[in-house]
């Protein structure tokens, strides 16, 4: 992890934040690292925001510094050809948040395979419409709150009834997603970021 960065992202300071992002790219720092420790720094937001140091203003200074860091990346990966299958991925309804989501799309198409994204407050019958049309081999739930972890068991117990859940693996993800989450939601892994992601998705579709 980068101090500095962690540090900046968490004080919300967007001049040393960009600043060091573009030192750091510019040094040959991995993309996939630099967004760790921007994600450690989102982090501490978090826990400011718990601890009520900083309030909902706050939260979307965070996502706009995030964002802006990101284009400074200037993009995360080229697409490769897709051929590793199809990921289907959204954000559960009822939550908004689709940084990680994002991230993960993108680290997902430069690793060669075909994502459908489907964005944020996806409800439970789009999931199941995507895994009918598309046939992906896994399928993705990102979920940053607590208050929507019945929402994804609920969906990935639609899946299984409507007779698909033995045709796909399905990854949980974001902030507040641990193994009891996953265990509660009966997913089959949970993966902290985006390149857990690709390491087990490869594994599912059987490539290196
Ligand atoms: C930025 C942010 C926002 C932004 C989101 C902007 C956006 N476009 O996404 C805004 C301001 C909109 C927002 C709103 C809210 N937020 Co908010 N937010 C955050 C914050 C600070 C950072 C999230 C983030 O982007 N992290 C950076 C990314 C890169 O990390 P990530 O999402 O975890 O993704 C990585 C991995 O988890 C993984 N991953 C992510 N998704 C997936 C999916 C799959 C399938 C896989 C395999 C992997 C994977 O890979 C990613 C890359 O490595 C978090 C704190 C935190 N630490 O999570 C709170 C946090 C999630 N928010 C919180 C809350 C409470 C809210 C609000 C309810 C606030 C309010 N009172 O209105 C609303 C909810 C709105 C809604 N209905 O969804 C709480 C949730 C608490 C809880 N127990 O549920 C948190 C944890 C803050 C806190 N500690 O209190 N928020």
């Known amino acids: ?91 559960i309804y009822d939550d908004i948040h689709d940084i990680g989501k994002n991230i993960v799309t993108t680290v997902m198409r430069s690793n060669g395979f075909e994502v459908v994204d489907l964005g944020v407050d996806v409800p439970t019958a789009k999931f199941i419409e995507a895994i009918k049309q598309h046939k992906p081999k896994v399928v993705g739930i990102s979920c940053l709150l607590t208050t929507c972890f019945d929402n994804v068991k609920e969906c990935i117990q639609a899946i299984e009834d409507a007779g698909l859940r033995n045709d796909v693996k399905v990854l ?28 087990y998705c490869k594994q599912f579709v059987g490539v290196q």
């Open 1 to 91: 992890m980068n101090k500095k960065l962690v540090e900046a992202m968490a004080d919300l300071d967007e001049d040393i934040v960009l600043a060091e992002v573009k030192a750091l790219k510019d040094g040959g720092v991995p993309t996939l690292d630099i967004i760790a420790s921007l994600q450690e720094g989102m982090e501490i937001v978090g826990k400011r925001f718990e601890e009520k140091e900083y309030f909902l203003s706050e939260l979307i200074m965070s996502a706009e510094v995030f964002n802006e860091a990101s284009e400074v990346l200037g993009g995360i990966g080229e697409a490769g050809k897709a051929k590793n299958g199809v990921f289907v991925l959204g954000t």
């Open 172 to 199: 949980i993800g974001g902030g507040p997603v641990d193994e009891a989450t996953g265990k509660y939601v009966q997913a089959d892994i949970v993966a902290k970021n985006a390149q857990n992601t690709v390491d």
